[in-house]
């Protein structure tokens, strides 16, 4: 076996073919998969969700994870934002020609712990590889379905005046631990990208009530960012307390440093969620009975002022408009 | 409005926002995807196929298509090749820094026309910017899902003895129509890739006969490589006659002066069918009237010698085991 990706391991011809049977196959095995035929078919009926999202993370193994990983959360909570159990996952690969085949195992590998981490299944997938110097090292996309229960209407358009506002935990380790590594930045201590797949902490949630209007994992652009698009997509205000957002002293260190506002640094593992004000508080307790919702909190609510903007209390009384994030903070951070 | 795409666009921030709603979502307008959530959500009963692809195509403008059209074609035909009646696509775009706007622009209006050509609509996607020199111009993810009408059993695994081997068309014009450009060949007349969605093709096949065991489109690899995965698959031996697959002549001559096999060159708009045997005369006559199968014909049938193996017979008279792809021909041509 070659200890290198290959052009010809994305010809479609004999050394992609063994790259699929040896490697791919032999870690990914489902009866859907091994078909190896052009789509894998499958029985559904009811309400399903789909989605997509390409990796570029940079560097490819970082403290808490590496993209394989990530892909999988990524995709994982784009449906578990929906409402969605995920059920199955295609996983394609664009890797540059060169790239060390123990790092292909070890990110193939870690898609399969998260994987089982979240009880989805890859059932499709695809290999490109290109020259040396035409791509950075690897990039996945995964896309994904999953079924989202009856009862549910969850939507960034869903907001409502009076819901409470709900942040499963502290913000700004995924963007943050990402920036230590590339600035060779020590934390003590260690500071670990947040990423996780939140299906099993939402499907706990819809458990305790169907009146969750709006879900949303704010990764790039941060809670600022997602809070914004609530806002705008409802036609709505919403205003947050400062003081009640939970940041790690690393995080808060850094941003302060740097100038970044830790509302606009990327999370991989956490869930800012809009709910009707009379189920906040048993939603609330269910949350922080699942790992990753520990230290969720109520941050705000839905207003009828200020329609379409979001609006944060400081510490010392004053209000400021939280704006989208402008520019870019941290290229390739997922 | 920027004409150069900056790091910005992938930031999740404003100029991502932007971008999706000045130029994504005014062109590929939508209920399921203006809604800007996560995931699309939408009722679905029965047999789903499922499939992805990414296109890392060089040079991204070519002959009869573009990396765009081809994004759509791909994942259309990957759908049809389970029998399946595509429905709905995910786009997701990686785009190096700099990539000119107005590139970006025809690739997505060649995306829009294509969509429509196959009666499909985009309902999910994601963009993101890699710093100038991690990626190559732009690769573009599709992935889809369509519905598999109940009473078809479509694999690779299903080829028996005596079922007849259609083919579609022409081959080796997409990978030839490729390498032209690249190397600055002229054709006369010229010659373009074969691009194209075969939805329809399928179809009308299927609306003939439901004993249809195989149904692959030859792309990379070629038809050699998906007739070795069908008897590889399936069990069986393949015997094919040359002298019945039809080749373009400027195809044979190039294949001719740099050594390749025509049978080991990607197509783009071509498929391959395993059918039994009283029924291939209808499906061949009902092929020939769809634009994309005008030229379709019989070029061999699966038999119970030598299984696992591809046997093709020669003009003159010989045999020889036609063998899947080794090595890398010419690398990135989807």
Known sequence: MEDKILLAHGSGGKLSHDLLKNTLLRLFDNPLLSKLDDSAVFDFSGRLAFTTDSYVVTPIFFPGGDIGKLAVCGTVNDLSMAGATPLYLSLSLIIEEGFPMAD??????????????????????????????????????????????????????????????????????????????????????????????????????????????????????????????????????????????????????????????????????????????QDADKVLARMRQNRYGEQARIIGEVVPEHPRKVVMKTPLGTSRILDMLTGELLPRIC
């Open 104 to 277: 292909l195992e070890n990110i193939l590998l870690s898609i399969l712990k998260a994987t089982e981490d979240a009880a989805v299944k890859i059932i499709a997938g695809d290999t490109k590889v290109v020259h040396r110097g035409n791509a950075d090292k690897i990039f996945i996309n995964t896309s994904g379905v999953g079924l989202v229960p009856n009862g549910l209407e969850i939507s960034s358009c869903n907001a409502r005046v009076g819901d409470k506002i709900i942040l499963s935990g502290t913000i700004g380790e995924h963007g943050i631990a990402l920036l230590g590594q590339r600035e060779g930045l020590r934390f003590e201590p260690p500071l670990q990208s947040d990423c996780a797949p939140l299906n099993s902490l939402v499907n706990e949630m819809i458990e305790v009530s169907k009146n969750i209007h709006c879900l949303r994992d704010p990764t790039r652009g941060g809670l600022a960012s997602a809070l914004n698009e609530f806002a705008e997509s409802s036609n709505v205000g919403i205003r947050i307390d400062e003081e009640a957002i939970p940041i790690q002293s690393a995080v808060q260190a850094v941003c302060e440093l740097m100038g970044f506002d830790p509302l606009h640094i990327a999370n991989e593992g956490k869930l800012v969620a809009l709910v009707v004000p």
